[in-house]
């Protein structure tokens, strides 16, 4: 895969589906075939092409070493594209030093400077760019007021909870009026609850002022709830550039369907493809039709991915053409809202099963054999890796 | 809220004694434990460390030598009154006085009095050795002591030595003291010393101006390398830590003598300027044996010290700061100032206490490269200990250096704030 997020983008126009309005390509930030090495031997970031809309929210998700942070930083100019371009707004970047680019910057540890107020942090980029003192003052108690932290302009961060800090970080990357801000993982360190607290907040700003936001994280929840469209990295690459439901509903490689949300894998191999159906005959024997994504060939070895609500128990609520199967129960989980149970189906003894809660399920034993089924389009024939 | 929330008075553990008291006496096991713990330190620093000093230090005031070696002559001075031109004592006290001596030159101790009084005024010393036991023998006892104390020396009727002898025989005495600031102490009051002997006060004030340049000279070549030691991949740092360290491992002495070899007028460093052709031939700088001499010299051996405490700070303050600092609009150097250096102000303060005081003491490589007008107070303490025996002097010097230490200390702490400092 050279081009994952032209290629998705040329799949999508086939199908004609996803479309939404967010992609529309104007481009404001772009990554063009750009690389980078830190010491000439491997590469960190391999081919990265990417185009953010202006005004757009848009999620940089991956596992902890895909790179991430290094495209974050070579967009924020702290670190050189080996090979390639960036562009802001239609112009090249890579030879403007990092002050002279105005982005704004969430760090995850906050980097608020220690020996300032949080007063004389906010009114720093102001002070840089030569600002006088009543507008700077203005400026910064609105930015401080937007995030809710009127009354503590005149503490110490170090005198501030967690929370507290990552709010005043984020009014000082907006204080200046900057167009992009950048964040890695601001809210890594945070408690779960403050979390997802401070994601709606973000969200909430994001929209309320109109700007782009890159955001760095590894927590796929987060990712979800908050973007525009997300970039799943993996080694280097971007694995999949889509809007969150598509990234859930439609994984279009195995990473991204392993990566994203619980998911039950069958191997295979290829019998034959007609259209938008591709014959599996899995190792176990069984024959099943599943939605071929990013397998062409018959005789081609596949991974099945299935998400667990998509499979019933209850055969009266699938379709005609659907695919029953054996499957052995082997533990059965009260959730409360859902039932969670595991089953073993095809010789994969992890295959998880998500039912609602309706009140007229009985519950299943261990041992118990039962027939379960999917509908042909949720079984997503993926690569094998 | 629970009824005991209510109770103003105090609060009570499960036993029924009062919390604080029963937490007392948890707290004092645990304390007793720490000191048990750091005891053998403690009195090994007592026994080897304070105790001396202190009582090195209180040579400086002491004055016991007067009136233990000629207790009587002291007392029957009492009396006496000293005039400009006027009378020397009358014979009661020379009586006292040829009884003291009979005993002081019998145990030989009469000489080290004359030591002792020669501080305070010259000639005391030959004085007393001139008045010995054979001297003193040959006395008439049925005639007048004072003419035959002047046969031994006319000195003994001259008012001048009976006042020095009266006033220093308290016990204690200020003379040290009054002496290292180049004061002295004459009939008419305290006044100063003649400019020719005038050195202490000169010394003192080379020593700080000289510390301070060191200071700083080791701040402007230390500060890039510790910003650099601390920016670097670790494996690289620590090579090149070694290095810094490299010093430590080669002898003073050795390193002192590089550094005539390399200074002097015919060294390497003349050599090289005069034949770039920056410095004429006939007009080689002076870089030894001089004050430059020592600011080098010290600098070289104190870097480490100042570098140390440095990259342990800065390698604490994380690169996030000046990025941040830079993503705000700051260039390179506002970054700096604004971010960075404040952060780094703690290894300063660290690194200049370390080498202001490591400096003021410094006394081995001023002696070997500072000349004349590149030696430090230090030298001159030496000397007393070592040479001239007057310990008390050295004492003196020595009590005046620590306070000045301390009061600086103080100043830094009133400027700085002493928690600022921080060593890694
Ligand atoms: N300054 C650096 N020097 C050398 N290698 C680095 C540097 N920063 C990151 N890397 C390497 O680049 C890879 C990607 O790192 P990073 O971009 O931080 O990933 P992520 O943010 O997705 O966790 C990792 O293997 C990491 O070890
Ligand atoms: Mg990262």
Same mark, same amino acid.
């Given at each position: 895969?050279?081009?994952?997020?032209?290629?998705?983008?040329?799949?999508?126009?086939?199908?004609?589906?996803?479309?939404?309005?967010?992609?529309?390509?104007?481009?404001?930030?772009?990554?063009?075939?750009?690389?980078?090495?830190?010491?000439?031997?491997?590469?960190?970031?391999?081919?990265?092409?990417?185009?953010?809309?202006?005004?757009?929210?848009?999620?940089?998700?991956?596992?902890?070493?895909?790179?991430?942070?290094?495209?974050?930083?070579?967009?924020?100019?702290?670190?050189?594209?080996?090979?390639?371009?960036?562009?802001?707004?239609?112009?090249?970047?890579?030879?403007?030093?990092?002050?002279?680019?105005?982005?704004?910057?969430?760090?995850?540890?906050?980097?608020?400077?220690?020996?300032?107020?949080?007063?004389?942090?906010?009114?720093?980029?102001?002070?840089?760019?030569?600002?006088?003192?009543?507008?700077?003052?203005?400026?910064?108690?609105?930015?401080?007021?937007?995030?809710?932290?009127?009354?503590?302009?005149?503490?110490?961060?170090?005198?501030?909870?967690?929370?507290?800090?990552?709010?005043?970080?984020?009014?000082?990357?907006?204080?200046?009026?900057?167009?992009?801000?950048?964040?890695?993982?601001?809210?890594?360190?945070?408690?779960?609850?403050?979390?997802?607290?401070?994601?709606?907040?973000?969200?909430?700003?994001?929209?309320?002022?109109?700007?782009?936001?890159?955001?760095?994280?590894?927590?796929?929840?987060?990712?979800?709830?908050?973007?525009?469209?997300?970039?799943?990295?993996?080694?280097?690459?971007?694995?999949?550039?889509?809007?969150?439901?598509?990234?859930?509903?439609?994984?279009?490689?195995?990473?991204?369907?392993?990566?994203?949300?619980?998911?039950?894998?069958?191997?295979?191999?290829?019998?034959?493809?007609?259209?938008?159906?591709?014959?599996?005959?899995?190792?176990?024997?069984?024959?099943?039709?599943?939605?071929?994504?990013?397998?062409?060939?018959?005789?081609?070895?596949?991974?099945?991915?299935?998400?667990?609500?998509?499979?019933?128990?209850?055969?009266?609520?699938?379709?005609?053409?659907?695919?029953?199967?054996?499957?052995?129960?082997?533990?059965?989980?009260?959730?409360?809202?859902?039932?969670?149970?595991?089953?073993?189906?095809?010789?994969?003894?992890?295959?998880?099963?998500?039912?609602?809660?309706?009140?007229?399920?009985?519950?299943?034993?261990?041992?118990?054999?039962?027939?379960?089924?999917?509908?042909?389009?949720?079984?997503?024939?993926?690569?094998?890796? | 809220?629970?009824?005991?929330?209510?109770?103003?008075?105090?609060?009570?553990?499960?036993?029924?004694?009062?919390?604080?008291?029963?937490?007392?006496?948890?707290?004092?096991?645990?304390?007793?434990?720490?000191?048990?713990?750091?005891?053998?330190?403690?009195?090994?620093?007592?026994?080897?460390?304070?105790?001396?000093?202190?009582?090195?230090?209180?040579?400086? =005031?002491?004055?016991? /030598?007067? &009136?233990? #070696? $000629?207790?009587? @002559?002291?007392?029957? *001075?009492?009396?006496?009154?000293?005039?400009?031109?006027?009378?020397?004592?009358?014979?009661?006290?020379?009586?006292?006085?040829?009884?003291?001596?009979?005993?002081?030159?019998?145990?030989?101790?009469?000489?080290?009095?004359?030591?002792?009084?020669?501080?305070?005024?010259?000639?005391?010393?030959?004085?007393?050795?001139?008045?010995?036991?054979?001297?003193?023998?040959?006395?008439?006892?049925?005639?007048?002591?004072?003419?035959?104390?002047?046969?031994?020396?006319?000195?003994?009727?001259?008012?001048?030595?009976?006042?020095?002898?009266?006033?220093?025989?308290?016990?204690?005495?200020?003379?040290?003291?009054?002496?290292?600031?180049?004061?002295?102490?004459?009939?008419?009051?305290?006044?100063?010393?003649?400019?020719?002997?005038?050195?202490?006060?000169?010394?003192? =004030?080379?020593?700080? /101006?000289? &510390?301070? #340049? $060191?200071?700083? @000279?080791?701040?402007? *070549?230390?500060?890039?390398?510790?910003?650099?030691?601390?920016?670097?991949?670790?494996?690289?740092?620590?090579?090149?830590?070694?290095?810094?360290?490299?010093?430590?491992?080669?002898?003073?002495?050795?390193?002192?003598?590089?550094?005539?070899?390399?200074?002097?007028?015919?060294?390497?460093?003349?050599?090289?300027?005069?034949?770039?052709?920056?410095?004429?031939?006939?007009?080689?700088?002076?870089?030894?044996?001089?004050?430059?001499?020592?600011?080098?010299?010290?600098?070289?051996?104190?870097?480490?010290?100042?570098?140390?405490?440095?990259?342990?700070?800065?390698?604490?303050?994380?690169?996030?700061?000046?990025?941040?600092?830079?993503?705000?609009?700051?260039?390179?150097?506002?970054?700096?100032?604004?971010?960075?250096?404040?952060?780094?102000?703690?290894?300063?303060?660290?690194?200049? /206490?370390?080498?202001?005081?490591?400096?003021?003491?410094?006394?081995?490589?001023?002696?070997?490269?500072?000349?004349?007008?590149?030696?430090?107070?230090?030298?001159?303490?030496?000397?007393?200990?070592?040479?001239?025996?007057?310990?008390?002097?050295?004492?003196?010097?020595?009590?005046?250096?620590?306070?000045?230490?301390?009061?600086?200390?103080?100043?830094?702490?009133?400027?700085?704030?002493?928690?600022?400092?921080?060593?890694?």
């Amino acid at each position: 895969m050279t081009d994952c997020a032209v290629a998705h983008m040329n799949e999508r126009d086939k199908r004609g589906r996803y479309l939404s309005d967010m992609t529309a390509n104007d481009g404001f930030v772009t990554f063009d075939r750009v690389q980078k090495s830190y010491d000439g031997e491997n590469l960190v970031v391999k081919d990265l092409n990417l185009s953010i809309g202006k005004g757009e929210f848009l999620t940089m998700l991956g596992p902890s070493g895909s790179g991430k942070t290094t495209c974050l930083m070579m967009l924020a100019g702290f670190e050189s594209a080996t090979h390639g371009e960036i562009k802001l707004d239609g112009v090249s970047i890579n030879n403007i030093p990092p002050h002279k680019r105005g982005i704004g910057m969430v760090f995850q540890n906050y980097a608020l400077f220690p020996h300032m107020t949080v007063a004389e942090n906010l009114a720093f980029p102001l002070e840089v760019r030569k600002m006088g003192k009543d507008e700077r003052e203005a400026k910064v108690k609105r930015a401080l007021d937007m995030v809710q932290m009127g009354a503590f302009g005149g503490r110490r961060p170090a005198q501030l909870s967690g929370g507290q800090q990552q709010r005043i970080a984020l009014a000082r990357a907006l204080v200046f009026d900057a167009e992009l801000v950048l964040m890695d993982e601001p809210l890594g360190a945070l408690d779960k609850q403050l979390r997802e607290h401070m994601q709606f907040e973000i969200k909430h700003l994001h929209e309320q002022l109109g700007i782009t936001v890159v955001y760095v994280t590894h927590d796929q929840g987060e990712a979800l709830t908050m973007s525009d469209r997300v970039a799943v990295f993996n080694d280097g690459r971007i694995q999949q550039l889509a809007p969150p439901e598509d990234l859930y509903e439609r994984p279009e490689n195995s990473f991204v369907a392993q990566f994203i949300g619980e998911n039950n894998t069958l191997g295979g191999r290829i019998e034959k493809i007609e259209g938008d159906v591709a014959e599996v005959r899995l190792h176990s024997g069984e024959l099943i039709s599943a939605f071929p994504v990013n397998v062409t060939q018959p005789g081609e070895e596949t991974t099945i991915s299935i998400r667990p609500e998509r499979v019933e128990i209850d055969h009266t609520r699938l379709p005609a053409d659907a695919h029953l199967i054996d499957a052995e129960v082997l533990e059965w989980i009260y959730m409360g809202d859902i039932f969670r149970t595991r089953l073993r189906v095809a010789g994969n003894d992890q295959f998880v099963i998500k039912s609602r809660n309706s009140g007229d399920q009985r519950k299943l034993k261990p041992g118990e054999k039962i027939k379960i089924g999917w509908a042909p389009m949720d079984a997503r024939a993926l690569d094998a890796s | 809220m629970s009824s005991t929330d209510m109770d103003t008075g105090p609060v009570l553990a499960a036993d029924g004694t009062p919390l604080k008291k029963s937490l007392a006496r948890a707290l004092r096991r645990q304390k007793m434990r720490a000191l048990m713990l750091i005891a053998p330190l403690l009195l090994f620093i007592l026994i080897t460390f304070l105790i001396p000093i202190g009582q090195m230090l209180l040579r400086s =005031v002491d004055n016991e /030598i007067v &009136s233990a #070696t $000629i207790p009587r @002559t002291v007392q029957a *001075l009492e009396d006496w009154e000293f005039v400009e031109g006027g009378a020397p004592p009358g014979e009661a006290v020379f009586e006292q006085l040829y009884e003291d001596m009979l005993i002081a030159t019998e145990q030989k101790i009469h000489t080290r009095l004359g030591s002792r009084l020669n501080y305070e005024m010259s000639g005391m010393s030959s004085l007393f050795r001139k008045t010995n036991e054979r001297r003193l023998g040959r006395f008439d006892l049925e005639e007048p002591l004072a003419p035959q104390f002047a046969d031994i020396d006319e000195d003994w009727l001259d008012p001048e030595v009976w006042f020095t002898i009266q006033s220093n025989s308290d016990t204690v005495t200020a003379g040290y003291f009054l002496a290292a600031v180049d004061l002295q102490r004459t009939p008419d009051g305290i006044e100063s010393v003649p400019d020719f002997s005038a050195i202490y006060v000169k010394l003192f =004030v080379r020593t700080i /101006i000289l &510390s301070v #340049t $060191i200071t700083f @000279t080791c701040l402007i *070549l230390g500060y890039p390398i510790a910003w650099l030691l601390s920016n670097l991949p670790a494996k690289s740092a620590n090579l090149l830590l070694i290095l810094v360290l490299l010093p430590f491992w080669t002898s003073l002495l050795v390193r002192t003598s590089a550094w005539k070899v390399l200074l002097q007028q015919q060294g390497v460093i003349n050599d090289i300027l005069v034949w770039i052709g920056l410095v004429a031939d006939d007009n080689r700088l002076a870089l030894i044996n001089n004050a430059t001499g020592t600011v080098i010299a010290m600098t070289h051996i104190l870097l480490p010290f100042m570098i140390l405490p440095l990259y342990s700070v800065m390698k604490t303050i994380p690169p996030s700061y000046v990025r941040a600092a830079k993503s705000l609009g700051a260039t390179d150097w506002t970054a700096f100032w604004r971010v960075y250096f404040p952060q780094s102000v703690p290894g300063i303060g660290a690194g200049a /206490i370390l080498v202001f005081i490591l400096a003021i003491g410094y006394y081995i490589t001023p002696e070997l490269v500072g000349g004349t007008d590149g030696t430090f107070i230090s030298n001159r303490i030496y000397y007393h200990i070592s040479s001239s025996l007057n310990w008390g002097l050295a004492a003196a010097l020595a009590t005046i250096l620590l306070a000045l230490v301390m009061v600086l200390y103080w100043i830094y702490d009133r400027m700085v704030g002493i928690d600022n400092v921080k060593l890694g």
